[in-house]
């Protein structure tokens, strides 16, 4: 376990007509390793995972699965599995007919077939569904559902595309705990796929930023946070977004370069540096999200403790870390 | 809210008085007097039917001619309701996915709906015709002499059911158009567990399309037994030796040719209860291989 399912993707091109889905995208995932792929929705992301799958194909690069180049092998041999973005469950089959379908395809004989979606779904705590429609279930089971079917291909690579989109916060919170639980327990190679920068940060070893087809930025999550790579990742990952300021302005003059601070590096401090105006206070109950502006039109992000005793209206004065200035290229947009 | 649910509100009885007013004047008291022109000696031609009991229902059991004429039925609807729907679901699913020049084979396969009835059957008049017609010199580059198609009762059988093979166009449609809800990813999800072409087919596709399939089943039947009689009037009206002598045409002859609007009228009750029997059975049968949820 663990020493199979290692992915590299070797400079991969896929256009739709005059749409690049995928430029030159390079990436290695570990044998075992858990790796989140996020971006803002048409990134790429999806595309990636289907020519992993092999439900489409590259127009040009390569894609080595454990050494083997598989640009050409049928997605029936990949050993892979997917959990769809609406899990794609067949709505004519109940649930046991969903998790039975591929081992009867495979020609598992009927009774061991039956036996291990029984297990799949027990894994899952979905054993009293199995006579369900997928349309009598919900959201959450659907995606368990969906789960106990990839489970079932026991395969060396699971692709994950979006697997907690459709489900409301609370849930997506306890479902993304289990899905770390399930992949410490079985070591298998896991791509998962997301739009949410927070579960981007919570989920997988590593992350790969995407932008508009190409990697921004691969390492992992707590890495990319302090380090962001460009002025893209910077203002992507993490929410509110970290504070870009072209010239750095009052974060202290810096010509031709882009400075950048996240929201809690910047202190209320009565002896700052910085002078602004309390815009708009938002409380979120654990902590303060104050929006300012300063006399030059600057506008900063900055996050505090819970009832912080500012109001809008007010002047406050700011303290950036030092230590967590950010420092991008002007003309690149890159790390200096 | 239980009142809401007994009583429909006043407005929608409304609404649908239009309607009611239309079937109860062209189909539900056209029924009635069918039914009631069944015991009389009306001929179409007189004004003052009188009753006679059930001298027509005796006539009937012992008309040999409407015995030819149920068979040639039960015949032609088990020859042409399963040789047009799988041409309406094969054509449909064939040309439902998106490929090059995919819009003027749909076009062809829809254009002979538009034929009109007795047009079609002056087409098949030339295309059986046993000199000349196409259908046999197309035989003939095989090697084959050839059928005098329309004189032998079973090959007329065979014929009247060719021609209505052609005329799919709105089971084709419908066909077409289920397939394309169907959702791609479920088919990706197929591919993905090993399942091929076949295997989709089989698994997915005519699961999922099973109630249209069963809608269009249905409709066909009744279109087969009641409806399509015009073309096989004008192909064999009914020759030879009775063997396309279906139902319609019988009572069509019965009640506008012979005289005998009411012997006609009592045909017609029985055709719908052929009808209705033929329909209890496939629903019947459906059931029992649980495509349906
Ligand atoms: N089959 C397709 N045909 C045309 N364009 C496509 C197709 N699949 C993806 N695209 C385009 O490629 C880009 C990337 O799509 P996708 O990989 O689905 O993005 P993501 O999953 O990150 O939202 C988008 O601009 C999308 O419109
Ligand atoms: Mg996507």
């Not at chain 2, 239980?2 to 007013?21: D, E, I, K, Q």
């Amino acid at each position: 376990m663990g020493n199979r399912g290692a992915i590299r993707l070797e400079s991969l091109t896929r256009s739709y007509g005059r749409v690049v889905a995928l430029d030159d995208v390079d990436l290695e995932v570990r044998a075992g390793e858990m790796i989140t792929l996020v971006g803002p929705s048409g990134s790429g992301k999806s595309t990636i995972l289907r020519l992993i799958a092999g439900l489409d194909r590259p127009d040009q690069g390569r894609i080595v699965v454990d050494g083997q180049d598989v640009v050409r092998v049928p997605p029936h041999r990949r050993a892979v599995a997917m959990v769809f973005q609406d899990y794609a469950l067949y709505p004519h089959l109940t649930v046991l007919g969903n998790l039975l379908f591929g081992l009867r395809v495979r020609r598992v004989r009927r009774a061991e077939a039956e036996r291990r979606a029984r297990a799949a779904a027990d894994r899952l705590g979905i054993a009293d569904l199995l006579d369900r429609y997928p349309d009598q279930t919900s959201g959450g089971q659907r995606q368990r559902i969906a789960l106990a079917r990839a489970l079932l291909r026991e395969p060396t690579v699971y692709l994950l595309d979006e697997p907690l989109a459709s489900l409301d916060a609370p849930l997506r919170f306890a479902t993304r705990a289990d899905l770390l639980a399930l992949h410490r327990e079985l070591g298998t190679t896991t791509i998962h796929v997301t739009h949410d920068q927070a579960e981007a940060m919570t989920l997988g070893d590593r992350v790969a930023v995407l932008d508009r087809g190409r990697v921004r930025q691969i390492g992992p999550p707590q890495q990319v946070y302090d380090e962001p790579a460009d002025t893209f990742v910077a203002g992507f990952l993490g929410s509110p977004p970290m504070n870009l300021v072209p010239g750095g302005g009052v974060l202290g003059g810096a010509a031709g370069l882009i400075l950048g601070v996240r929201p809690e590096d910047l202190a209320l401090d009565t002896d700052g540096p910085i002078e602004a105006t309390v815009e708009a206070a938002e409380a979120l109950g654990s902590e303060t999200i104050l929006l300012t502006r300063c006399p030059d039109g600057t506008r900063l992000t900055v996050r505090t403790g819970p009832r912080p005793g500012v109001r809008p209206g007010e002047g406050v004065r700011l303290r950036p870390d030092p230590g967590r200035l950010h420092r991008f290229d002007a003309e690149t947009g890159r790390r200096r | 809210m239980t009142s809401g649910r007994a009583r429909p509100p006043l407005t929608a009885w409304a609404f649908l008085a239009p309607y009611a007013v239309a079937v109860g004047l062209l189909i539900v008291l056209p029924a009635l007097l069918n039914l009631g022109y069944a015991f009389t000696d009306h001929t179409g031609l007189t004004r003052d039917p009188q009753f006679v009991g059930l001298a027509n229902v005796r006539r009937m059991l012992s008309d040999g001619f409407l015995l030819d004429s149920v068979q040639a039925s039960a015949i032609h609807l088990a020859l042409a309701v399963p040789l047009r729907l799988l041409a309406a679901v094969g054509l449909g699913l064939l040309l439902a996915a998106p490929r090059p020049g995919g819009r003027w084979f749909r076009v062809a396969v829809y254009l002979p709906t538009v034929v009109p009835d007795v047009a079609l059957a002056v087409i098949f008049l030339w295309v059986l015709n046993p000199l000349y017609g196409p259908l046999n010199q197309l035989l003939g580059l095989f090697g084959h002499p050839g059928f005098t198609w329309l004189s032998d009762p079973g090959t007329a059988r065979v014929a009247v059911a060719l021609m209505l093979v052609f005329p799919i166009g709105e089971g084709f449609l419908v066909v077409l158009a289920a397939r394309r809800l169907l959702d791609g990813r479920l088919y990706e999800a197929a591919a993905l567990e090993g399942c091929g072409p076949f295997g989709q087919l089989r698994r997915l596709t005519l699961p999922m399309l099973a109630p249209v399939l069963l809608l269009l089943a249905v409709r066909d039947t009744i279109l087969t037994l009641q409806v399509n009689f015009v073309p096989a009037y004008v192909l064999t009206d009914g020759r030879p030796a009775n063997a396309t002598l279906y139902l319609p045409v019988y009572i069509f002859d019965q009640a506008f040719e012979f005289s005998s609007f009411a012997y006609g009228a009592l045909i017609t009750s029985v055709l719908m209860v052929v009808t209705a029997v033929v329909i209890t059975a496939l629903l019947l049968v459906v059931r029992r291989w649980r495509v349906l949820r």
